[in-house]
């Protein structure tokens, strides 16, 4: 039999002393990734100034920084410095870093979703600009999909794979960037923000889904035996979230605030310890981590006492370390300079396009149908074209699955950018004279019903 080659890896580096933890070999590898780290870090707050001098959020500022530092520009100008700072050397230690923040991220995206708040507007507008604003931009996507695949270098990848994912990045919004937005700008208790966050929060439970179930089908080469056992094994671990481990988890965490006021060190290493576990089933069944992330982050969603003090003490590190690293490495894969030519640039165009008609088009007509007047359902469709992280998020999957060839990976990550980048300016002219100051502790706690809509 042979032997483990995890034990087999182990014992070598025992062996080795230049392999120890504390060896040459260690610090040299420590040293890259702290250089690394000094450049993300330092890059994303001098990108973030200049983007809040501007009039965008935190956030803008932070997807662009990971730009700077990949082939787009500091690769173009210094590839010597680029290829220096990220070589092959530590690759592997940096992706995991970025991939255990994506799951850490998910999960906290997960708990961004206030159900109760978010649909406590016209459940049935709600509903109609929900799937409208994704029915459309998916079936456009879907539809125009094959001109674009067309037009891709050799070796193409599977058509089937390239429409479902190139519908999905067409469809996606990005909610907690779009509560960001909103409460930055001082609109958090309009109803427009209101119905808006309501849907994009139906929009990208359903997104998630169906990524999942496109996930199961392009690993599996669309065989149906295994997509169909596999979305069943998906089903009973997300029924045993819901039905037997969040009554516990809830009750521990409730528990826990209960006896010490706030989370303590133990009950955050006992979390991490469940999110962890729940990424690592998701991935076992053939979904992707981040997917086991995001369940058990919706799962917590509802104890908004537990949520508050999860973004106060946890939050921070996630959003100020390894948030910057997975768009560092998202960066490190786009390369605007990859779009050499005029055909490139224009399908770059046409996906711009297709993009942003198609959602903007299906938000605003669904707007229209349930009886928002033509400024309200303009914003509407502005906010729902918001893609951010969420996007970033779903074409990673794509590049790592090999559906998205490089160069449309390019193309849609410039799309997401610009939708991020157009949404702050769009919703402040256009909701102009709305904005409210912040509520008081007093007055949250005299209007409950308020203080539900200023949170969301």
Same mark, same amino acid.
């Given at each position: 039999?042979?032997?483990?080659?995890?034990?087999?890896?182990?014992?070598?580096?025992?062996?080795?002393?230049?392999?120890?933890?504390?060896?040459?070999?260690?610090?040299?590898?420590?040293?890259?990734?702290?250089?690394?780290?000094?450049?993300?870090?330092?890059?994303?707050?001098?990108?973030?100034?200049?983007?809040?001098?501007?009039?965008?959020?935190?956030?803008?500022?932070?997807?662009?920084?990971?730009?700077?530092?990949?082939?787009?520009?500091?690769?173009?100008?210094?590839?010597?410095?680029?290829?220096?700072?990220?070589?092959?050397?530590?690759?592997?230690?940096?992706?995991?870093?970025?991939?255990?923040?994506?799951?850490?991220?998910?999960?906290?995206?997960?708990?961004?979703?206030?159900?109760?708040?978010?649909?406590?507007?016209?459940?049935?507008?709600?509903?109609?600009?929900?799937?409208?604003?994704?029915?459309?931009?998916?079936?456009?996507?879907?539809?125009?999909?094959?001109?674009?695949?067309?037009?891709?270098?050799?070796? #193409? !990848?599977?058509?089937?794979?390239?429409?479902?994912?190139?519908?999905?990045?067409?469809?996606?919004?990005?909610?907690?960037?779009?509560?960001?937005?909103?409460?930055?700008?001082?609109?958090?208790?309009?109803?427009?923000?209101?119905?808006?966050?309501?849907?994009?929060?139906?929009?990208?439970?359903?997104?998630?889904?169906?990524?999942?179930?496109?996930?199961?089908?392009?690993?599996?080469?669309?065989?149906?035996?295994?997509?169909?056992?596999?979305?069943?094994?998906?089903?009973?671990?997300?029924?045993?979230?819901?039905?037997?481990?969040?009554?516990?988890?809830? #009750?521990?965490?409730?528990?826990?605030?209960?006896?010490?006021?706030?989370?303590?060190?133990?009950?955050?290493?006992?979390?991490?310890?469940?999110?962890?576990?729940?990424?690592?089933?998701?991935?076992?069944?053939?979904?992707?981590?981040?997917?086991?992330?995001?369940?058990?982050?919706?799962?917590?969603?509802?104890?908004?006492?537990?949520?508050?003090?999860?973004?106060?003490?946890?939050?921070?590190?996630?959003?100020?370390?390894?948030?910057?690293?997975?768009?560092?490495?998202?960066?490190?894969?786009?390369?605007?300079?990859?779009?050499?030519?005029?055909?490139?640039?224009?399908?770059?165009?046409?996906?711009?396009?297709?993009?942003?008609?198609?959602?903007?088009?299906?938000?605003?007509?669904?707007?229209?149908?349930?009886?928002?007047?033509? #400024?309200?359902?303009?914003?509407?469709?502005?906010?729902?074209?918001?893609?951010?992280?969420?996007?970033?998020?779903?074409?990673?999957?794509?590049?790592?699955?090999?559906?998205? !060839?490089?160069?449309?990976?390019?193309?849609?990550?410039?799309?997401?950018?610009?939708?991020?980048?157009?949404?702050? !300016?769009?919703?402040?002219?256009?909701?102009?004279?709305?904005?409210?100051?912040?509520?008081?502790?007093?007055?949250?706690?005299?209007?409950?019903?308020?203080?539900?809509?200023?949170?969301?």
């Amino acid at each position: 039999m042979n032997p483990n080659p995890m034990v087999m890896s182990l014992l070598q580096a025992a062996t080795q002393g230049a392999e120890s933890a504390v060896g040459a070999k260690a610090e040299e590898i420590v040293l890259h990734l702290l250089a690394q780290f000094i450049a993300i870090l330092a890059a994303t707050r001098i990108v973030v100034y200049m983007a809040k001098k501007v009039g965008q959020t935190d956030v803008a500022g932070e997807i662009l920084a990971g730009l700077v530092l990949g082939p787009s520009l500091l690769g173009a100008l210094a590839p010597d410095a680029m290829h220096t700072l990220f070589d092959g050397s530590t690759s592997q230690t940096f992706i995991g870093l970025s991939q255990v923040g994506l799951i850490l991220l998910m999960f906290q995206i997960g708990l961004e979703f206030e159900f109760k708040a978010n649909l406590s507007t016209s459940k049935k507008s709600i509903s109609v600009v929900s799937i409208a604003g994704m029915v459309v931009p998916f079936v456009m996507g879907y539809l125009s999909a094959p001109w674009f695949h067309e037009r891709l270098p050799e070796p #193409r !990848p599977d058509l089937l794979g390239f429409q479902l994912f190139f519908g999905i990045s067409m469809s996606i919004t990005a909610i907690p960037i779009l509560g960001r937005i909103f409460m930055e700008l001082r609109l958090a208790h309009t109803r427009v923000a209101a119905l808006t966050i309501g849907a994009a929060a139906i929009d990208d439970i359903v997104g998630w889904l169906i990524l999942g179930v496109v996930t199961l089908i392009v690993q599996n080469q669309f065989a149906p035996s295994k997509i169909v056992w596999r979305l069943v094994a998906l089903a009973i671990y997300v029924a045993f979230v819901f039905l037997v481990a969040r009554p516990l988890l809830k #009750r521990f965490v409730d528990n826990n605030l209960r006896r010490h006021g706030g989370l303590q060190m133990s009950t955050v290493a006992m979390l991490l310890l469940v999110i962890f576990a729940s990424a690592f089933v998701t991935s076992s069944i053939g979904v992707f981590a981040i997917i086991g992330g995001f369940v058990m982050g919706v799962s917590l969603h509802d104890n908004r006492s537990f949520v508050e003090e999860w973004k106060t003490r946890i939050s921070p590190l996630v959003n100020t370390f390894f948030l910057p690293l997975f768009f560092a490495y998202t960066g490190l894969r786009t390369s605007i300079g990859t779009l050499s030519n005029a055909s490139e640039a224009f399908a770059c165009l046409m996906v711009v396009a297709v993009a942003f008609i198609s959602k903007f088009g299906g938000a605003y007509v669904g707007a229209r149908f349930v009886g928002e007047d033509h #400024r309200s359902a303009t914003v509407i469709g502005v906010c729902m074209n918001t893609r951010a992280l969420m996007e970033l998020i779903v074409l990673n999957i794509g590049y790592d699955l090999g559906v998205l !060839p490089r160069s449309m990976f390019t193309m849609l990550v410039i799309m997401a950018i610009l939708s991020t980048f157009m949404a702050t !300016p769009l919703i402040r002219w256009l909701m102009r004279g709305e904005e409210r100051e912040p509520l008081s502790s007093a007055e949250l706690g005299g209007n409950s019903e308020m203080g539900r809509t200023a949170h969301s």
